[in-house]
């Protein structure tokens, strides 16, 4: 099965601070995904990529940047924190067409206070 | 504007009944749909999906319904159990954008 890793489960970050937030994928998928989960707004996302040096914004990218530069590691970068960025940050890697699904890692809940 | 949309925030029912959530789309252009479970403190994991030339499809206790005509597709849990306690994202994928739209959750309490 493929496994998505999240480096933290929980983290706590102050105001201002600059955050990086990791994932690692090991069944060489070409495209990972960061999406952020909020009561009642379901999983929106913020940014994905397809390839290697590749990203795309998604619906959400403003306060965030990424980072692709091996094609297993995938990393969020809240580059100034801020309190509306406290969520749930889920990374997910795979192809859903033909009916598969993205694997999930387990998640990052982000305070930032 | 969302795309995909839950309309039921939570569901309650009772073991061994019958569980349908709902979820509603605007994109006539999507090309699968999907649905998801999550537990606390985990990442969705994968449940079902159909694409959207097909009407029904079936795995085990979980059935996802598709009416295109009315952009809309429901999932049946028979019967339900108290592992089925979770939350439940509705997604929709659409090969150009090569991306998932999800909905934003059904919570379902199955009560023993």
């Known amino acids: 099965d493929v496994k998505v890793t999240q480096s933290s489960r929980y983290l706590v970050k102050r105001t201002g601070e600059k955050v990086f937030l990791e994932c690692v994928q090991d069944?060489?998928?070409?495209?990972m995904f960061w999406y952020r989960q909020d009561p009642g707004l379901g999983l929106r996302l913020i940014y994905f990529?397809?390839?290697?040096?590749?990203?795309e914004k998604g619906d959400i990218p403003e306060g965030y940047s990424v980072s692709r530069e091996k094609k297993e590691r995938f990393s969020l970068i809240l580059e100034s924190a801020s309190t509306n960025q406290t969520s749930m940050y889920l990374c997910?890697?795979?192809?859903?067409?033909?009916?598969?699904?993205?694997?999930f890692g387990s998640g990052t809940r982000l305070t930032v206070v | 504007d969302q795309q995909v949309k839950q309309n039921s925030p939570s569901l309650s029912v009772q073991e061994g009944r019958i569980s349908i959530l709902n979820c509603d789309y605007t994109?006539?252009?999507?090309?699968?749909f999907l649905w998801y479970k999550k537990y606390p403190a985990e990442g969705p994991t994968f449940l079902i999906s159909?694409?959207?030339?097909?009407d029904k499809n079936e795995d085990g206790r979980f059935t996802v319904f598709l009416n295109k005509s009315a952009k809309h597709l429901s999932l049946h849990i028979v019967p339900s159990q108290p592992g089925d306690s979770a939350v439940y994202f509705c997604?929709?994928?659409?090969?150009?954008?090569?991306?998932?739209?999800f909905g934003g959750g059904t919570r379902v309490l199955v009560k023993p």
């Open positions: 997604a929709a994928w659409e090969a150009a954008g090569n991306k998932l739209t």
């Open positions: 997910a890697s795979g192809t859903p067409g033909r009916g598969g699904g993205y694997t």
């Open positions: 159909i694409s959207s030339i097909k």
């Open positions: 069944m060489d998928h070409e495209n």
């Open positions: 990529s397809y390839d290697v040096k590749m990203k």
């Open positions: 994109n006539s252009m999507f090309d699968y």
